[in-house]
């Protein structure tokens, strides 16, 4: 008799550009196959303009929702199942912080662009539009990234994306 396995959901395609990139602080929740199923697909690029910003006492990159502003934003593209969606959604408060939107990426000259899922910031205060752009996010000593669990309760993401650094 065989041993039927329960199949597995489709894979989709997500694409990342901040803290869960290779090599970046959030990357071993992608890494992690207790969280579901991720693998590596390519690099990319937005198919448009966006603005990548970092705000927060926390130093958290924000992919902002306004097209036509910023820069092509460099990221990678992973294979992911529901499994790992999921915990992606909890991870980025998806519907309180973020919401999970597919928009095409740029996977090279010539070849194209790919739908994916991608972690927009909808409903921020207009001073995040006056911070830098980034085309491309890394972890760095001007703006070290502050994991979840070093984070103060006190001030959640939701409610310190007004916050102004002193200098």
Known sequence: ???????????????????????????SILANNANGYAKYWCRATTAEKLPLVIATRYNIPFLLN???????????????????????????????????EMLDMNIGVGEGTVPCWVYLLQKYPEKLLKLEYLSSYENNEKHPYVIRNQRHHKYPPNEDLSYTATA
């Open 66 to 100: 306004k097209p036509g502003i910023g820069f092509y934003v460099t990221g990678e593209i992973y294979e992911v199942d529901d499994k790992m969606l999921k915990v992606l959604d909890d991870l980025e408060d998806c519907q309180d912080i973020y919401t999970r």
């Open 1 to 27: 008799m065989c041993n039927l396995r329960k199949a597995s959901s489709v894979l989709q395609k997500l694409f990342v550009c901040g803290t869960l990139k290779y090599g970046q602080p959030s990357h």
